[in-house]
């Protein structure tokens, strides 16, 4: 009996190392979980903002389309900013090039968006649209960057206390009794200045708190190839044939015109060859004949 438990507790941390191994190993097979959104993780940073350091974020996402997905992907991320109450969006910046000639179609799409909207507006925007499966919307870059905005609110906040501590000296010294007409022209003069110069540090104070609150999403849209397989770059070029002549006749016209003023040049050279080397044939032709008997 003894022997028995004496072997059992032998086998016990083995039995413990093939369970874990097994554990692992389904693990493996069932693939890593997914990674939070990097949206989410800034989001979570910037709630522990409050007490930390004061960071900028800002996000950049790439999106490979269909050439013919990139205006719809760009509408619904556009208006979606523009018209979903329920997100704190600030539309900066959205354009949209057509595809021409050998170029894709690409848009851009830049918000400006409360920590709490992030999540869901980079959800939606990388997202299929009805009718679309999930292989048509490939999320092909994201990054995020932070910018340490404390040491800048740190001074503002500084020399915005300054200011006023010197406006609030001035307005002192300007209810004195005994100042003269002169002393109260160049007391309300420095005052204008530093109520001037307070309203400006308090707006970029006010401009660092809004870049703080808020974080900044860029998404591109770009075009991918719609054909696939060994003869999808022969179709590519097939299909756009026609620009792509159109280009080469265009570039072959434009050094047929840049060659026209050279022509002269050239003209003037080959006639000065020309009768230079029939010069050295007269030069070499009397020699010649007093060699002959």
């Known amino acids: 009996m003894m022997g028995r438990q004496r072997l059992a ?4 941390p083995a039995l413990v190392l093939l369970a874990g191994c097994s554990g692992s190993e389904r693990n493996r097979a069932e693939g ?18 409050e007490n930390g350091p004061k960071l900028a974020y800002r996000h950049d996402l790439t999106v490979a389309l269909a050439p013919d997905r990139v205006a719809p992907h760009f509408a619904a991320a556009r208006d979606r900013c523009l018209t979903d109450a329920a997100l704190t969006c600030t539309l900066l910046q959205s354009s949209i090039r057509g595809g ?12 400006r968006l409360a920590h ?13 649209l009805p009718g679309e499966t999930a292989d048509e919307v490939v999320l092909q870059d994201q990054a995020t960057r932070a910018e340490d905005l404390t040491r800048a609110l740190a001074d503002t906040v500084r020399r915005l206390a300054q200011l006023n501590d010197y406006r609030t000296r001035l307005t002192a010294l300007s209810e004195k009794s005994d100042n003269r007409a002169e ?7 420095e005052l204008a200045q530093v109520q001037s110069q307070i309203e400006e540090v308090d707006g ?5 708190d809004e870049r703080v609150d808020n ?3 860029t998404v591109n849209y770009r075009a991918t190839r719609a054909q696939a397989g060994a003869f999808a770059p022969v179709q590519e070029v097939w299909a756009r044939s026609g620009p792509i002549f159109g280009q080469s006749a265009a570039s072959a016209l434009r050094f047929a015109v840049a060659s026209l003023p050279w022509l002269p040049v050239a003209l003037i050279g080959l006639l000065l060859l020309r009768w230079v080397w029939r010069l ?13 008997p």
Do not use: K, N, Y
Not at 204 to 208: I, N, Q, S, T, W
Not at 280 to 288: A, K, M, V
């Open 215 to 217: 974080e900044i999403v």
């Open 116 to 128: 709490t909207s992030v999540a869901a507006f980079v959800a939606a925007a990388t997202a299929p």
């Open 32 to 49: 890593p979980p997914p990674a939070a959104p990097f949206a989410e993780v800034a989001r979570q940073d910037a709630r522990a903002q």
């Open 183 to 189: 002393d109260l022209i160049r007391i309300a003069s």
């Open 204 to 208: 970029e104070r006010r401009g660092l």
């Open 280 to 292: 050295r044939r007269r030069r070499r032709r009397p020699s010649r004949l007093r060699i002959e």
């Open 100 to 111: 021409s000639g050998t170029s894709q179609p690409q848009a851009t799409v830049q918000v």
């Open 9 to 12: 507790c032998a086998l016990l």
